[in-house]
């Protein structure tokens, strides 16, 4: 029995919600392979995502889907660029995380939400409301903020909000499951991730093997990558691409706190004023959307009383 509209969309915001509270509560587990360099810990993430979502292809016996999605040589050069946006945005968030660089982290994904609304509006012809033009200049006001504050870590926000605004774009573009999609982005990514963990392993000694403690944490990025991915996947194709932009606010405002509480870095003026204009802008375009959701359910009320 096919989903209605409805259903499509509460299963979309429930997948958006969970996905980013585990991305935002990553950096915890990132504190664990600290000692990991960001390129060796990015390979062995995509060498352990492959088995695993190959694991859930034969457990929901998606195999059809997979093979009929690799026989697709336009859907294939689609998530090529897909997997390099991912893996471009894998390697620049661990290595802010690990330089200590969390606020620059936070602040990419909080210009994300800027960049999914944009997209949207020039490429999807999605519309925004006069507020939601209003949350977007507030944002922007933001960003340009750091044009004159923190300009030495401006490039990791940006790299971090372009990468994952674009990888969201395609994959929600492309007619591809979430679980075929991530399948096959982990398989096109396998063979460099296996040479730069041999590199890693022949230079200075992998990482994997350091320790059974270290290695088994290693491990668990495979889970804490797919498992939010196939989240994130499932939700940009059941939700318009503004609003799962501005529900991305809730992983970078955990990350935003833990930057405060446990890792200790100093949040410069500059960073507070940028925050400050972002949460504003995020706080118009949920009540827009709050408003909006109010009205809808109102005038379907009245069209049943009205029969």
Same mark, same amino acid.
């Given at each position: 029995? =096919?989903?209605?509209?409805?259903?499509?969309?509460?299963?979309?915001?429930?997948? !958006?919600?969970?996905?980013?509270?585990?991305?935002?509560?990553?950096?915890?587990?990132?504190?664990?392979?600290?000692?990991?360099?960001?390129?060796?810990?990015?390979?062995?993430?995509?060498?352990?995502?492959?088995?695993?979502?190959?694991?859930?292809?034969?457990?929901?016996?998606?195999?059809?889907?997979?093979?009929?999605?690799?026989?697709?040589?336009?859907?294939?050069?689609?998530?090529?660029?897909?997997?390099?946006?991912? !893996?471009?945005?894998?390697?620049?968030?661990?290595?802010?995380?690990?330089?200590?660089?969390?606020?620059?982290?936070?602040?990419?994904?909080?210009?994300?939400?800027?960049?999914?609304?944009?997209?949207?509006?020039?490429?999807?012809? =999605?519309?925004?409301?006069?507020?939601?033009?209003?949350?977007?200049?507030?944002?922007?006001? $933001?960003?340009?903020?750091?044009?004159?504050?923190?300009? &030495?870590?401006?490039?990791?926000?940006?790299?971090?909000?372009?990468?994952?605004?674009?990888?969201?774009?395609?994959?929600?573009?492309?007619?591809?499951?979430?679980?075929? $999609?991530?399948?096959?982005?982990?398989?096109?990514?396998?063979?460099?991730?296996?040479?730069?963990?041999?590199?890693?392993?022949?230079?200075?000694?992998?990482?994997?093997?350091?320790?059974?403690?270290?290695?088994?944490?290693?491990?668990?990025?495979?889970?804490? &990558?797919?498992?939010?991915?196939?989240?994130?996947?499932?939700?940009?194709?059941?939700?318009?691409?503004?609003?799962?932009?501005?529900?991305?606010?809730?992983?970078?405002?955990?990350?935003?706190?833990?930057?405060?509480?446990?890792?200790?870095? =100093?949040?410069?003026?500059?960073?507070?004023?940028?925050?400050?204009?972002?949460?504003?802008?995020?706080?118009?375009?949920?009540?827009?959307?709050?408003?909006?959701?109010?009205?809808?359910?109102?005038?379907?009320?009245?069209? =049943?009383?009205?029969?």
């Amino acid at each position: 029995m =096919e989903k209605t509209a409805t259903e499509q969309r509460r299963e979309g915001l429930w997948s !958006a919600f969970a996905a980013y509270l585990i991305w935002g509560f990553l950096p915890l587990y990132l504190i664990l392979v600290r000692t990991v360099p960001a390129f060796e810990f990015v390979a062995w993430r995509i060498i352990w995502t492959l088995p695993l979502c190959l694991l859930i292809v034969a457990f929901r016996k998606q195999g059809p889907d997979l093979r009929l999605a690799l026989a697709n040589r336009r859907l294939l050069a689609w998530l090529l660029l897909s997997s390099f946006l991912i !893996a471009v945005n894998w390697v620049v968030y661990i290595w802010a995380i690990q330089q200590n660089y969390i606020y620059a982290a936070s602040l990419g994904y909080y210009i994300n939400p800027l960049v999914n609304v944009l997209l949207g509006t020039l490429i999807l012809g =999605e519309r925004l409301s006069r507020l939601q033009w209003a949350a977007v200049g507030l944002a922007a006001i $933001g960003v340009s903020l750091l044009l004159g504050g923190a300009l &030495t870590t401006l490039w990791i926000s940006l790299t971090l909000a372009l990468s994952f605004g674009t990888y969201g774009l395609v994959r929600k573009q492309v007619p591809v499951g979430s679980l075929p $999609g991530l399948t096959i982005e982990s398989a096109i990514l396998l063979l460099p991730s296996t040479a730069v963990a041999v590199w890693f392993g022949q230079t200075q000694g992998s990482s994997i093997t350091a320790s059974p403690g270290l290695g088994l944490a290693i491990m668990l990025g495979g889970v804490l &990558t797919a498992v939010p991915l196939l989240l994130f996947a499932l939700a940009a194709r059941r939700l318009p691409y503004s609003t799962l932009g501005f529900i991305q606010f809730l992983a970078p405002s955990i990350v935003f706190i833990l930057g405060l509480t446990v890792f200790g870095e =100093e949040l410069k003026p500059v960073q507070a004023a940028c925050f400050a204009c972002i949460w504003a802008a995020a706080g118009l375009f949920i009540y827009d959307l709050v408003s909006r959701s109010r009205a809808a359910s109102a005038a379907s009320r009245l069209r =049943e009383t009205g029969r």
